[in-house]
C-alpha cells in the first residue's frame, strides 16, 4: 500500500487565499518531499524536509514535519491561478540505501480560481 | 538543470505488441525509475536501477522488463501488451545518496494499448 497519504484529495480556492494539503506516512522516514505536477507533465521536486526538520519555507511554501504523527503538510500562501496543479508528498524509508527510492502519496488537486 | 527526456510523449500500440519506452538522463544520475500514474492510484514504481546493468523490481513489475545498458538509459519494456498498460507512464532519476535527493523526472509517455 501506498506509504503516504494525502488530504484533502480536492481542493478548490480563489485566488489569494491560502491552500493546506496534508500528507501521512507508516513508517520512519529519513526525509518527506513534496512535488508539484502540472497536467499531463512530469513532477516537479518543491522543497524536502529531513526527518530532524520541523519546518521548512520556500518562497511561498511552508511545510511542517511531525515525525511522532507521522504527518506533514504543506502550504502554498496567496495562491495564484497558476498554483493550479496537483501535488504529490513522498517518502524515502530507513534502509533504504542509496537507492533513492520514494514512496509516493495519491496526491491533492489545487484549483486556484481567478 | 537537469533533463531527463522521454523519448515519445504520446504512443499507440496494439495488445500483444512488444514496447519500447526510453528514457535519458544527462546528469550522470546513479539511480533510476520508471513509474506508472493512473487516476486514483497514484503513482507506483515499477522498475528501478541504481547503476549500469543493475536493476530492482519495484511494486509492479509483472508484465514489464527494463534494460540499463549505459547510466543514462534506462529502458522499459512491455513484453507483450495488454490494455491494462494502457497508462501515464513517468521516468525519473536520481543522485545516489541515502534518499535525501529529490528525484528528476520526464514529461512521461502517455501510452494507450488497443
Known amino acids: 500500500s501506498q506509504q503516504g497519504e494525502e488530504d484533502p484529495q480536492a481542493l478548490s480556492i480563489q485566488e489569494g487565499e491560502n491552500a493546506t494539503m496534508n500528507c501521512s506516512y507508516k513508517?520512519?522516514?529519513?526525509?518527506l518531499q513534496w512535488y508539484r505536477q502540472n497536467s499531463g507533465r512530469g513532477l516537479v521536486h518543491l522543497i524536502l524536509i529531513r526527518s530532524n526538520e520541523r519546518e521548512k519555507h520556500s518562497g511561498r511554501l511552508r511545510v511542517t514535519l511531525d515525525t511522532s504523527k507521522k504527518s506533514s503538510s504543506l502550504l502554498i500562501t496567496a495562491s495564484r491561478a497558476a498554483d493550479t496543479a496537483s501535488y504529490f508528498c513522498?517518502?524515502?524509508?530507513?534502509?533504504?540505501?542509496?537507492?533513492?527510492?520514494?514512496?509516493f502519496g495519491q496526491g491533492t488537486t489545487l484549483q486556484v480560481k481567478p | 538543470d537537469v533533463k531527463v527526456t522521454q523519448s515519445s510523449r504520446y504512443l499507440v500500440k496494439r495488445t500483444g505488441e512488444k514496447v519500447f519506452l526510453e528514457c535519458v538522463q544527462d546528469?550522470?544520475?546513479?539511480?533510476m525509475f520508471w513509474y506508472r500514474q493512473d487516476p486514483g492510484l497514484g503513482l507506483r514504481l515499477i522498475y528501478f536501477?541504481?547503476?549500469?546493468?543493475?536493476?530492482e523490481k519495484g511494486d509492479i513489475p509483472e508484465g514489464y522488463s527494463v534494460s540499463r545498458e549505459k547510466k543514462e538509459r534506462f529502458s522499459l519494456i512491455l513484453e507483450s501488451a495488454s490494455t491494462n498498460q494502457t497508462s501515464m507512464y513517468l521516468c525519473?532519476?536520481?543522485?545516489?545518496?541515502?534518499?535525501?535527493?529529490?528525484?528528476?523526472f520526464g514529461d512521461g509517455t502517455r501510452l494507450s494499448i488497443l
Open positions: 536501477s541504481y547503476d549500469v546493468k543493475m536493476k
Open positions: 513522498a517518502t524515502d524509508a530507513k534502509g533504504s540505501g542509496n537507492t533513492g527510492k520514494l514512496i
Open positions: 546528469m550522470d544520475h546513479e539511480n
Open positions: 525519473a532519476s536520481s543522485k545516489p545518496t541515502q534518499g535525501s535527493q529529490p528525484q528528476h
Open positions: 513508517t520512519s522516514i529519513n526525509n
